[in-house]
C-alpha cells in the first residue's frame, strides 16, 4: 500500500486544486470551512514570498555570501499551515529549514542567513516576544525534540497547560525530518512525552530522503506509526496540501494544550531541492521521480485552488512583487553584513561565566597577539 492509499491520510486538496477530501479528512472539514479568504490567499502569500526568499539565499550560498543553506523548496505547505495553526502563546522549536515557520512567527529572516554565514552561534533570542515563542535552529540532527519535550514537561509542571483556558493554555509543536525519526533523541523525547502526557505536537516532515537514503530503506512501515509505538496518537497528512496541514496541525495542538497528551504528524512532503548547497540530488534519484513530485507542487496546487475560487491576477501579481522585494532586500542586507570579532565565538556558550571558556579566549587572545609586528 502506497502512502496516498492509506486510509488514514488526511488530505483536503487534490494535486489539480480542486476540493477531494478523504475519508479520514471529514472531521477537519468543519475547522476548514471556518476559514476566510484573506486566511487562504495568506497560506498562498505565505508559500510563495518565503520560495522567492529561499531561491535567493541559495544563490546568496552559491555565491560565496553564505557557508551553506538548507533549502525548503517543495516543504512550503506542510510548514505554513502548521506554524499558522499555532496559537501566539505556543512555543515552536524547528530543525534548520523550516524558513517560513521563523517568518511567520516574527523572526526576521536575515537571522537566519547570520546563522548559516557564521556569524552567530544562535541567531535570534527565542524569548524576545517579537520572534513569537520561536526556538532556534538546531543543526545537531534530533536533538531539538528534546528540547521540545523538556519545555513540554515545563508547562504541566508550572500549570501553564492543561487548564481549560485555551487563550492562556500553552503548547509545543517541533519539527524534524524522516532521517531524524530515526536518531534516538526522538524516541526518548517521544517516551518521556507519552510519559508525562506533555501539550506536544511532534511534526514530522517526511521529504522522503534523508540526505541520500530513502525512506523505504529507513523504516518498512509508515513513519507515523512510531509515534504509535510510543502511545502517542498519530495522523499522516498530505503535507503538499496546506489546508489539510493546517486543519491536523490545529486540532493536534488544541487537544494537546487541553490536557489530552502528546500528538503525532507525519506530513508527506518532497524535498524537491538538495539536502543542503552541499549536496548533488542527481547522484541519487531520478528526474521522473523529481518530475512526479513537481506535479504535486503544493503552491501550484494552492494557486489552482484560489483561482476555482476568483482569486484575481491582481493578487497574484502582489505576491510576486512582494517576494521578489524581499529577496532583493535580503540580498542587500546579506552583502552588507560585516564580519565579528574572533572573540565573539566565546560569548553565550554558558549562560554564566565557566574557567575554560575564559582560559579558551585568554589563549587565543595570545596566539592572535603572537603575529603582531615585533612579537617574538
Same mark, same amino acid.
Given at each position: ?22 475519508? /479520514? $479528512? ?50 512550503? $505547505?506542510?510548514?505554513?499551515? @502548521? ?19 521563523a ?5 526576521d ?24 515563542? *520561536? ?35 500553552? $503548547? ?16 526518548e ?7 508525562y ?6 511534526f ?40 489539510? @496541514? ?5 486540532? /493536534? ?20 531541492? $538538495?539536502?543542503? *548547497? ?13 518530475q ?21 491576477d491582481?493578487?497574484?501579481? !502582489? ?23 574572533? !572573540? ?6 554558558? @549562560? ?25
Amino acid at each position: 500500500m502506497t502512502p496516498s492509499e492509506d486510509p488514514a491520510l488526511v488530505r483536503v486538496l487534490a494535486a489539480d486544486g480542486s476540493l477531494a477530501p478523504t475519508a /479520514a $479528512a471529514e472531521r477537519y472539514l468543519p475547522l476548514i470551512d471556518a476559514l476566510t479568504e484573506a486566511d487562504l490567499e495568506q497560506f498562498y502569500r505565505d508559500m510563495a514570498v518565503i520560495r522567492a526568499f529561499d531561491q535567493q539565499a541559495t544563490n546568496l550560498q552559491r555565491q560565496g555570501q553564505l557557508a551553506l543553506w538548507p533549502p525548503s523548496f517543495g516543504q512550503e $505547505a506542510a510548514q505554513v499551515g @502548521s506554524a499558522r495553526a499555532a496559537r501566539p502563546q505556543d512555543h515552536l522549536f524547528p530543525s534548520y529549514r523550516e524558513h517560513v515557520v521563523a517568518r511567520i512567527r516574527g523572526v526576521d529572516v536575515l537571522d537566519i542567513i547570520r546563522v548559516m554565514r557564521g556569524l552567530t552561534h544562535g541567531g535570534w533570542d527565542p524569548f524576545d516576544p517579537k520572534n513569537g515563542n *520561536t526556538h532556534i535552529y538546531t543543526l545537531v540532527l534530533g536533538a531539538q525534540t528534546l528540547h521540545a519535550t523538556g519545555m513540554a514537561m515545563g508547562l504541566v509542571f508550572d500549570g501553564r497547560s492543561g487548564t481549560g483556558d485555551p487563550d492562556r493554555d500553552e $503548547a509545543v509543536i517541533v519539527y524534524y525530518g524522516d532521517g531524524a525519526s530515526s536518531q534516538g533523541d526522538v524516541h526518548e523525547s517521544m517516551v518521556f512525552a507519552a510519559s508525562y502526557q506533555t501539550p506536544e505536537v511532534f511534526f514530522l516532515q517526511n521529504n522522503q530522503w534523508a540526505i541520500s537514503v530513502p525512506v523505504a530503506t529507513q523504516s518498512r512501515s509508515p513513519l507515523y506509526r512510531r509515534g504509535e509505538g510510543a502511545g502517542i496518537p498519530s495522523i499522516p497528512v498530505d503535507g503538499n496540501d496546506v489546508l489539510a @496541514s493546517f486543519a491536523v496541525t490545529r486540532t /493536534a495542538l488544541d487537544e494537546a494544550r487541553a490536557g489530552h497528551g502528546p500528538r503525532a504528524i507525519e506530513a508527506l512532503t518532497y524535498r524537491m531541492g $538538495a539536502h543542503t *548547497t552541499s549536496d548533488d540530488p542527481t547522484k541519487y534519484r531520478t528526474s521522473e521521480e523529481e518530475q512526479s513530485w513537481a506535479e504535486r507542487d503544493p503552491i501550484e496546487r494552492m494557486r489552482a485552488y484560489l483561482r476555482g475560487r476568483g482569486a484575481s491576477d491582481a493578487f497574484f501579481a !502582489d505576491v510576486e512583487a512582494e517576494g521578489r522585494a524581499l529577496a532583493e532586500d535580503v540580498r542587500t542586507r546579506t552583502t552588507a553584513l560585516e564580519t565579528i570579532q574572533a !572573540d565573539q565565538i566565546f560569548s553565550n556558550v554558558y @549562560s554564566d561565566p565557566h574557567p575554560l571558556v575564559d582560559e579558551q579566549r585568554a589563549w587565543l587572545a595570545g596566539y592572535e597577539a603572537s603575529f603582531e609586528e615585533g612579537a617574538s
